[in-house]
């Protein structure tokens, strides 16, 4: 069953395509898909059709079939007649051309093959740009710069940190501009373009770059910034890093030939536009009756790897070409601040917590008379939500339908920045259905499934089995937490209950939403309950609940596991004793198992842990060393540079206090491993399964290999070896933090399903 559900298509963007005919609405929508055979993931695509307006679309909407696409990223121009493609396309010996597109009112205008002018292209939400020029005759995106020729003869040999965790080799992002011109009566040749690349600027390393609303010639970017020590800290999951936003005023292309390499073009200025304190990205352009808006969202730089996300911006109305630098009076407005700490059964908004970026397009403008929205998708406790944020007042207003029970957790994909929105949506017994949103003038919403997905009748019914619920915990003296509950609806076997994980996230500033999980409904399916705890740290809770695990981590979080899987017990959906309760979980999520099985060691009888942290004070081989010293509640300074301006340089000069970030001394060595699992190896007796991948940027692999030889030799003892105690390791070569690979997915799903299952022996259910 794992691998039908496996291979249910999970949406990852949309678009609205032009149509020739107004009364029909064309809808993009891109998929990823696990393909076990090929051991691949896919890319493909559909198209839905349905007719223009609102009205009941259940009936109306038709969909293409699913195709493999090459297209890795896909932009409609302002005006809706032009569309951009990014496209890997593969040649006879396996190696792919890469392809920038550009489409006019359906034909096809430009085709330029870049493959020889620099590397892959980044589309990832972390540095990936991809923007129409207002001109429309120009592209912006980033991909990985050529390395430049050089004299020096140790220039290949010289250290350049890549992204980090999830974005391995990506060491040179650059920014490229394709440009041409249109054909007009007086020149009707045929679109000849023109590519550029920024000049780099020593320091900081741009992405997420769109284009002025008002001119060509100025770019808005995130700028990536170096620590003092030469350090690049990975972002993939970080929102607090050295990130500002910066103005780039560019020079005018001396040519509009096409070089190897491509022609380089000039800073004129740069101005970073943000606090150093302040950990900004996702940088957007809102036009609305001839205003136009920067936003973007930020978070505070330092501590916690996610917290509270604000939300800014900034009028750039009159930010044009001749404009050296934006005005001194020009100031940002903060539309959403922190909450500290919403209302105890969270109906009250409880601050903002988005995915690392807005979506590309993302207002909603009801009527003329309205001002414009910010849709965005939020955690709000264990469910994900549509948020319309006010770009006038900063008021947010909850779009989500509450007829769902609340276990729906919704994602933003699209809108048409007038009156329509494309979600996904997904429960935990339901997978992703693609819904669109017609707002009234009056900024009301309806929501209208378009597209669902094809199961087979053996999984329809499976899936109907689920029961979910999400349980409130409370923990005595503290804030109160809760748990998502996945069961199935079974007998009792004999009066005995289903055997019980406790599966807790990762971190540990994730949270578990009520999302559909193809590996979490597998193992209900095999025979258990799952306890889904969102302990304390959890974005979702308002800043406080996030703020009071720094320093405790190994103490409150697992406070939150146990009395969640004791609170379940007390209310008669598990019970306790052996084989009838277990534990799993992944980096933080290991290190949480980990704890358990050694501060209560007759409670858990077997455990699994992907790439755990064992021993915090192992910081050699990590992207993120400050994790180990925020969370535990030690200093580690990170701030970027001031608000700037840089004229004709293209170095980062200005000078900002020195902060220079600490080394593990020797109490905070003892103070790290303190807190850490390997302080109750002694206790333990529970049966682990360690599942390791080798290319883990993010914790050590020596850890979990480290923890496997020490339990190796004390599960070797006659006391712990007669009554079961094991260990065991299976080791991934390649994969990396998540194990989200295909093959490493599925085995790791076996390998959990199968160790549980011995463990649970002879038991009745």
């Known amino acids: ?38 051991n691949v993931k896919r890319s493909m695509s559909k198209n839905v059709v349905f007719p223009s307006g609102a009205g009941q679309l259940e009936n109306g909407a038709i969909s293409t079939p699913l195709l493999d696409t090459d297209v890795v990223a896909q932009i409609v121009s302002p005006t809706k007649q032009k569309r951009a493609t990014l496209r890997n396309v593969k040649r006879a010996n396996g190696s792919s051309n890469r392809i920038v597109e550009v489409w006019n009112e359906g034909l096809l205008q430009i085709s330029q093959n870049v493959t020889d002018y620099h590397g892959d292209f980044y589309t990832d939400e972390y540095v990936g740009s991809f923007s129409f020029a207002p001109s429309e005759c120009a592209v912006v995106y980033t991909a990985e710069g050529n390395a ?113 390499p491509p022609a380089s073009v000039e800073i004129v200025t740069a101005q970073k536009l943000t606090l150093p304190l302040l950990s900004c990205r996702s940088p957007r352009i809102l036009n609305n009756n001839g205003k136009s808006t920067l936003l973007w969202l930020a978070s505070r730089s330092g501590g916690a790897h996610v917290a509270s996300s ?32 919403p209302d105890l059964h969270l109906t009250m908004f409880p601050g903002l917590y988005p995915a690392f970026n807005l979506p590309t397009s993302f207002s909603i403008i009801p009527s003329d008379s309205a001002s414009p929205s910010v849709l965005v998708a939020s955690q709000w406790g264990s469910r994900t939500t549509v948020l319309a944020i006010s ?38 017994s339901v997978p992703y259905e693609i819904v669109i949103g017609n707002f009234d003038s009056s900024g009301d919403v309806s929501w209208n499934v378009i ?36 069961q199935e609806e079974k007998k009792e076997v004999r009066g005995s ?10 971190g540990p500033h994730g949270t578990t939403s009520t999302a559909f999980s193809p590996n979490n409904i597998a193992l209900v399916l095999e025979g258990y309950t799952l306890s889904l705890p969102n302990y304390t740290g959890s974005p979702g809770y308002g800043e406080k609940f996030i703020q009071d695990l720094i320093g405790r981590c190994g103490d409150y979080d697992v406070q939150n596991c146990i009395a969640a899987a004791e609170h379940l017990i007390k209310l008669g959906i598990s019970e306790r004793g052996p084989g009838k309760q277990f534990v799993a979980g992944g980096s933080h999520g290991g290190f949480l198992a980990a704890h358990l099985i050694g501060q209560f060691p007759d409670f858990f009888s077997a455990a699994v842990l992907r790439n755990p942290v064992i021993s915090a004070g192992d910081i050699s081989n990590t992207d993120i060393p400050d994790w180990y010293f925020s969370e535990f509640g030690l200093g580690y300074p990170i701030s970027s540079s001031p608000i700037s301006s840089y004229q004709g340089d293209s170095k980062l000069t200005q000078s900002f206090p020195s902060q220079i970030p600490p080394l593990v001394s ?3 060595f003892a103070k790290l491993q303190a807190a850490s699992p390997t302080a109750y190896l002694d206790d333990m007796k529970a049966p682990v399964l360690l599942l390791m991948g080798t290319a883990d940027r993010r914790v050590a692999p020596a850890q979990g290999f480290l923890f496997y030889h020490a339990l190796k030799a004390r599960y070797s003892q006659t006391d712990k070896a007669d009554k079961g105690a094991k260990v065991d390791i299976l080791v991934f070569e390649g994969e990396s933090h998540p194990l989200d690979g295909v093959e490493a997915s599925r085995v790791s799903f076996e390998a959990t399903r199968d160790w549980f299952k011995e463990a649970r022996g002879a038991v009745p259910y």
């Not at 029909?24 to 898909?33: M, R």
């Not at 990975?234 to 190897?260: D, M, V």
């Not at 809108?415 to 979600?423: G, L």
């Not at 997905?453 to 809760?482: H, M, N, Y």
């Open 1 to 38: 069953m794992y691998t039908q559900l496996a291979e249910i298509p999970v949406p990852t963007s949309a678009q609205f395509i032009p149509s020739q005919d107004p009364g029909q609405t064309i809808v993009q929508l891109n998929f990823s898909v696990k393909d076990h055979d090929r």
């Open 148 to 260: 430049p020729e050089s004299k020096d003869p140790y220039s290949k040999f010289r250290f350049n940190p890549d992204f980090g965790e999830g974005l391995p080799g990506k060491k040179r992002p650059t920014t490229f501009i394709l440009s041409w011109k249109d054909s007009s009566a007086e020149d009707p040749s045929p679109s000849k373009a023109s590519l550029v690349q920024m000049k780099p600027f020593e320091g900081v390393r741009f992405g997420q770059a769109v284009f002025s609303p008002n001119t060509d010639s100025i770019i808005y970017a995130t700028g990536y910034e170096f620590t003092t020590d030469g350090r690049f800290l990975g972002i993939k999951g970080c929102y607090n890093r050295p990130t500002g936003i910066w103005r780039l005023r560019i020079a005018t292309p001396a040519s509009s030939e096409i070089t190897k």
């Open 310 to 341: 604000t939300l800014h911006s900034l009028d750039i109305t009159y930010d044009d070409a001749e404009s050296e630098q934006l005005s001194d009076s020009a100031s940002s407005r903060t539309l959403v601040d922190i909450v500290e700490m």
């Open 391 to 428: 770009t006038d007042t900063g008021a947010v207003n909850n779009l989500t339908p509450d007829s769902d029970n609340n276990l729906f957790s919704w994602t933003v994909l699209v809108t048409d920045n007038r009156s329509r929105v494309i979600c996904s949506r997904s429960a935990p």
């Open 451 to 486: 597209d669902r997905p094809a199961l087979s009748k053996g999984v329809a019914k499976a899936l109907s089995t689920i029961r979910a619920s999400v349980i409130p915990i409370r923990t005595a003296g503290r804030l109160w937490d809760e748990t998502i509950v996945l």
């Open 497 to 506: 209950k289903p055997p019980c994980i406790t599966s807790p996230h990762g």
């Open 666 to 668: 020797v109490d905070a």
